[in-house]
């Protein structure tokens, strides 16, 4: 179950409850979506919600007991191992296993996944994992930006909106918004650095900060160059991939105990996503991508056999899921406009 999924759950548990009557006469503020997002720090579950916080003054119930008639209904839905109530009011969530499992086997089936220039390729009918239309039916224009960052963030800025259904475009003249960008203030810094190198730096930033410009970290093959990691970190996953295939195995969705932390990050790149387009930010996917190449290297130690160790469901389970990060890497860096290489 994806958090697009689990949302889309939530409301229509929402919207029934209403209807029922168990929330009073709260139709006018009933949303269209509910936030899920990953609890904060001491948090339980997978996901939680403050939606009963936001039901409960037109319904004229106390927190806690909206939370109570939702958890109810939410807890005995697919996928849905348990439903807890925290402080006031939120919605704790925990997913049962096999839907986690199902969120690699969706990221795996809906991108291809074969270097940046691919992971936006559609197979069977589906949209890249993360892309959405939580934006639809807005419409943004934007003036080009003054100097090379500002139009390089102009250029992603767009291309996040359009991914999230929103019709997004720069226009000549002033008539569009100025995206406000501190300059790079190296010029041309592409052409020290090379484009990628040079888009990472530009990127990886917050719009009001300055990038980085050492043009010799920037150039560097090693751990401390945040690009360096995310493109090797992809370029492992599909070494990976071949390396089991001339061991005689495939990847296959399963169980991977210790594959939690990478689990949740993936589970969390749509809300990235459309956090990235909704503020403008470039750099929250950038960021994000960094934490994915982070968890996947610590992972990748134990997804081929070992020694005279024969390939396993655990081996084919683990690979599925370094898979499903490389897809997620790619498709991250390409709407940075980033490649994606296999080989590093």
């Known amino acids: 179950m994806t958090p697009a999924e689990l949302s889309r759950t939530v409301a229509h548990v929402v919207r029934g409850a209403v209807g029922e009557g168990a929330l009073g006469a709260v139709g006018d503020v009933v949303p269209e979506a509910v936030k899920v997002e990953r609890p904060r720090p001491g948090g339980a579950g997978d996901y939680a919600s403050g939606i009963a916080l936001k039901l409960a003054s037109a319904a004229g119930l106390p927190p806690r007991q909206v939370a109570e008639v939702l958890r109810q209904r939410i807890a005995g839905r697919p996928g849905i191992a348990s439903v ?48 959405g239309d939580a934006l639809r039916g807005e419409t943004h224009e934007f003036v080009d930006g003054v100097d090379e960052r500002g139009r390089v963030v102009v250029e992603v800025v767009v291309g996040l909106l359009r991914a999230q259904g929103a019709v997004a475009r720069v226009v000549p003249g002033g008539s569009g918004r100025k995206l406000a960008v501190v300059p790079c203030p190296v010029p041309r810094l592409a052409e020290l650095v090379g484009v990628d190198a040079a888009r990472w730096a530009m990127l990886r930033a917050a719009r009001h900060d300055r990038p980085r410009t050492d043009v010799e970290e920037l150039l560097a093959q090693r751990e401390s160059n945040s690009l360096f990691r995310v493109r090797y970190a992809y370029s492992r996953s599909r070494a990976l991939t071949r390396n089991a295939l001339e061991l005689g195995f495939r990847s296959e969705a399963g169980p991977v105990p210790e594959g939690g932390a990478l689990l949740g990050l993936l589970g969390d790149h749509p809300t990235v996503l459309e956090g990235a387009a909704r503020h403008r930010a470039p750099d929250r996917l950038a960021r994000h991508l960094e934490a994915v190449a982070d968890e996947l290297l610590r992972h990748q130690h134990a997804v081929l056999p070992r020694g005279d160790e024969k390939p396993s469901a655990a081996h084919r389970s683990r690979l599925a899921l370094a898979e499903a990060a490389g897809t997620v890497l790619a498709g991250g860096l390409s709407l940075l406009g980033i490649d994606a290489p296999e080989f590093l």
Do not use: K
């Not at 690699?104 to 197979?123: M, W, Y």
């Open 84 to 131: 807890e109530i925290s402080g006031p009011g939120f919605l704790n969530i925990t997913l049962d296993r096999d839907a986690q499992y199902d969120l690699v086997r969706h990221i795996l089936e809906s991108t291809s996944g074969v270097g940046a220039a691919g992971a936006g390729r559609v197979t069977s009918g589906r949209a890249p994992y993360g892309h």
